[in-house]
């Protein structure tokens, strides 16, 4: 599997240049759910999360042309081609960026060219890890780790602190399996309000899933055969 080192190492530009001042120290907590929302599937995508005295929504997101669905903060926005451009300087940049507010908060993912099948998840996990630990200032590695999320997805998960501009970098990149291909996500707070992000970069692990392709209608496929 050596073909897959190539893939890697063009991943590296995607995490590289992300330092950013972050000046959130505030304490998050999930809200308790009820005995009803617990068993509520829709709850659990419009997760409310506090930090501090502030409520932050989590709200499903549906991208990469539909196939995909994703829950991050309401407050978060898609990331300008052109800040994209400035923040991620290389031609590998993600194709889809959702930053916070002051930009210090970062939830990426972009399909690669990498074929995988899903058996092969955990070998390609570590030699990212591996590759990333050769070509990244690590700071603190936290590990590698595969689960299984509420949908049945199985993701790679790399969790790591990398030196930054003014202050270390948190990041958790994330791998899973989509049509064959290899998708690559990442999550990265500054290291100082890592603890309070945590629980959103979890829920973020949780809520990826597969949405299913939607057939033509009846009507469609007889007019497409006339």
């Keep these: 599997m050596n073909y897959m080192d190539e893939q890697i190492l063009s991943l590296r530009n995607m995490v590289i240049d992300q330092a950013t001042p972050d000046n959130d120290q505030a304490k998050?907590?999930?809200?308790?759910?009820s005995e009803s929302e617990q068993d509520n599937p829709v709850a659990?995508?419009?997760?409310?999360?506090?930090?501090?005295?502030?409520?932050?929504?989590?709200?499903?997101?549906?991208?990469?042309?539909?196939?995909?669905?994703?829950s991050v903060p309401?407050?978060?926005s898609l990331m300008?081609?052109?800040k994209a451009k400035f923040k991620y300087p290389s031609e590998h940049r993600p194709q889809v960026i959702y930053t916070s507010l002051e930009e210090t908060i970062n939830i990426t993912l972009s399909p690669a060219d990498t074929l995988l099948d899903a058996d092969e998840l955990?070998?390609?996990?570590?030699?990212?890890?591996?590759?990333?630990?050769?070509?990244?200032?690590?700071?603190?590695?936290?590990?590698?780790?595969?689960?299984?999320?509420?949908?049945g997805l199985s993701i790679g998960i790399i969790r790591f602190v990398a030196a930054g501009v003014d202050e270390n970098l948190y990041n958790e990149m994330l791998l899973f399996i989509h049509e064959g291909h290899v998708m690559m996500g990442t999550f990265n707070c500054?290291?100082?309000?890592?603890?309070?992000?945590?629980?959103?970069?979890?829920?973020?692990?949780?809520?990826?899933?597969?949405?299913?392709?939607?057939?033509?209608?009846?009507?469609?496929?007889?007019?497409?055969?006339?």
Excluded: C
């Design 28 to 33: 998050l907590a999930p809200l308790p759910l």
């Design 44 to 70: 659990e995508k419009n997760m409310v999360l506090r930090i501090g005295n502030e409520h932050i929504t989590l709200e499903p997101r549906t991208i990469l042309d539909g196939h995909i669905e994703v």
């Design 74 to 76: 309401k407050s978060f």
């Design 80 to 82: 300008p081609l052109e």
């Design 122 to 151: 955990p070998e390609f996990t570590e030699q990212m890890a591996d590759v990333l630990r050769s070509v990244q200032p690590i700071r603190n590695w936290k590990g590698t780790e595969q689960v299984t999320n509420r949908s």
């Design 190 to 226: 500054m290291e100082s309000s890592m603890q309070t992000w945590l629980p959103v970069a979890e829920h973020l692990v949780q809520s990826l899933r597969i949405l299913p392709l939607l057939s033509p209608s009846p009507l469609k496929k007889e007019v497409a055969s006339l």
